[in-house]
């Protein structure tokens, strides 16, 4: 993690302290090697919408965390490589916490659950990268784990496959996921021009 732990979680307590819905926003492997090797569907318009959800979630003080995947060596997201950074267009404002994973789920051994729990946040905002991977991961696994979720519709994204075109799978997961639910903890999507904080 590129943020101290004492650092990361007095920011996110101050930041609660004025944020009653309990709501963090999560930028999810915006990466370059993901974002302009591939490169991803709709990179532009997907990463103006995860802007503007940053300078809701910025103004309105709700906590904003990014994750960063490590895709082992070779991959063009290996970690310390030229691929390897979050995309200048969604870069982290200062004190705002990095959180480093090497699988699709944004908690599997990462402390990102934790300190999600010690900020008291509930409600997770989800935007980022690739949809049938770590989105999909990241939202379904929030709910087993006690969070509600908002899935900005149009601000994740993925690559063409041999079976389906990117928009084809973005539009399935969208449908897919809306209603989600585990127990009492449901995945909702929208527009990012939708979702308020």
């Known amino acids: 993690m590129s943020t101290s732990r004492f650092r990361l979680n007095a920011g ?4 609660n302290e004025e944020n009653q819905m309990k709501t963090a926003l999560l930028v999810i492997d915006v990466q370059v090697g993901i974002i302009d090797h591939f ?3 709709n990179k532009e318009q997907v990463l103006t919408n995860i802007n503007n ?3 809701k979630a910025r103004a309105a003080r709700v ?3 990014y ?5 082992g060596k070779g991959h063009p997201v290996e970690a310390h490589t030229a691929g390897w ?3 200048q267009r969604v870069a982290p404002a200062e004190g705002e916490p990095i959180v480093e994973k090497r699988s699709c789920s944004s908690f599997y051994e990462t402390p990102l659950r934790a300190m999600l729990d010690e900020a008291g946040v509930s409600h997770l905002i989800v935007t980022g990268c690739m949809t049938e991977y770590c989105i999909d991961t990241a939202c379904r696994h929030a709910t087993t784990l006690g969070f509600d979720v908002t ?3 149009d601000a994740h994204t993925t690559i063409d496959n041999e079976l389906l075109k990117a928009e084809q799978i973005i539009a399935h997961h969208n449908r897919a ?6 127990g009492k903890h449901t995945v909702t999507v929208k527009p990012a021009s939708e979702i308020d904080f």
Request: net charge positive; charged share 10%; proline share 10%.
């Open 63 to 65: 906590p904003v965390i």
């Open 151 to 153: 899935l900005a519709g």
């Open 85 to 87: 950074p979050i995309h």
């Open 67 to 71: 994750l960063r995947h490590d895709g």
């Open 53 to 55: 959800l940053l300078t």
């Open 39 to 41: 490169p991803s569907y």
């Open 177 to 182: 996921l809306n209603g989600f639910s585990s």
């Open 12 to 15: 996110l307590k101050t930041l």
